[in-house]
């Protein structure tokens, strides 16, 4: 009973998905190994592993960006074959369109769907007010500061009210107030609306601060090795970064991972 419970709750599962990328002259490169991973709705999965293990790679495909050597992806049960307005992503940097506002680049999925301009523009008002952007609905991306581009990033997704929320290292180039800052606001935005959440990073405080689930890839050709449910009451702080509990998972995911960065550096 419980596993029927499961299959009907699950939003997303990749099953068997691997990637082999042909090289120039005929060689190949694993970038991930057959994966199976499940989420369930409302869940906020945090993946984390060292640099160049797949990660991105992985995420590509869930988004339909990119498509698998093998396996495939279900997302509500349904084959991804492409990209679709029920994912929304969110990129390191440099993903807003330069010329378009605030204001635009919040609309421009709603915008592509034929969303009547009313409803457009209550929208986007609910986003700049939830993502702290009041009074720079006019700006145009270059003129905020990368915090500011990344909260206007996160609107566009969420305007959208995608199934699935698929985020690649999005404060990754943020510096570390900042970026403490914007993990509470979504955070937040997670408490309130349990939007399900595919997360990557290789920030292990922020990979447990944001989760309900950490699961953790190995070095290339990357497959998952571990898999740590985050108990952590919610609505989590950032004080919370200092508790036993946090300290504990910090110790064990900061051990798995020291593993695969040593494994990582020996295999160039
Ligand atoms: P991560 O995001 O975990 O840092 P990636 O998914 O970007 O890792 O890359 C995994 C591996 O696949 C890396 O070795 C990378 O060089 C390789 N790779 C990624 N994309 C391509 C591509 N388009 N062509 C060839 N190799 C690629
Ligand atoms: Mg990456």
Redesign the pocket.
């Known amino acids: 009973m419980s596993v029927a419970r499961t299959e009907q709750a699950a939003k997303l599962r990749v099953e068997g998905v691997s990637?082999v990328?042909?090289?120039p002259r005929g060689g190949e490169?694993?970038?991930?190994a057959p994966t199976d991973l499940t989420v369930a709705a409302n869940d906020f999965i945090t993946i984390l592993?060292?640099?160049?293990?797949?990660?991105?790679?992985?995420?590509?495909i869930v988004a339909g960006l990119?498509r698998p050597s093998s396996g495939r992806v279900l997302l509500n049960g349904k084959p991804v074959i492409g990209p679709g307005p029920d994912r929304g992503m969110v990129f390191q940097s440099y993903t807003l369109f330069p010329w378009l506002t605030v204001g635009q680049n919040i609309a421009f999925g709603l915008r592509e769907r034929n969303v009547p301009t009313r409803e457009q523009a209550d929208i986007v008002d609910t986003y700049l007010g939830r993502m702290g952007l009041k009074g720079f609905e006019h700006h145009l991306p270059r003129q905020l500061s990368g915090g500011m581009q990344q909260r206007t990033a996160i609107a566009r997704a969420l305007a959208n009210d995608p199934d699935i929320l698929l985020m690649?290292?999005p404060f990754g180039a943020l510096d570390n107030q900042t970026r403490a800052l914007m993990q509470e606001l979504l955070l937040d935005i997670w408490e309130r609306d349990r939007k399900t959440v595919l997360f990557?990073t290789?920030d292990i405080e922020e990979a447990i601060f944001m989760a309900s689930r950490v699961v953790v890839?190995t070095a290339?050709?990357?497959r998952i090795k571990a898999d740590v449910p985050v108990d952590l009451p919610h609505p989590r702080r950032y004080t919370i970064k200092t508790t036993p509990e946090f300290n504990a998972l910090k110790a064990r995911l900061t051990e798995e991972i020291r593993v695969e960065a040593v494994l990582a550096a020996q295999a160039g």
């Open positions: 990637r990328f042909l090289g490169t694993v970038a991930l592993g060292p640099s160049g293990c797949g990660k991105s790679t992985l995420l590509r990119d690649d290292e990557v290789h890839m290339r050709p990357g």
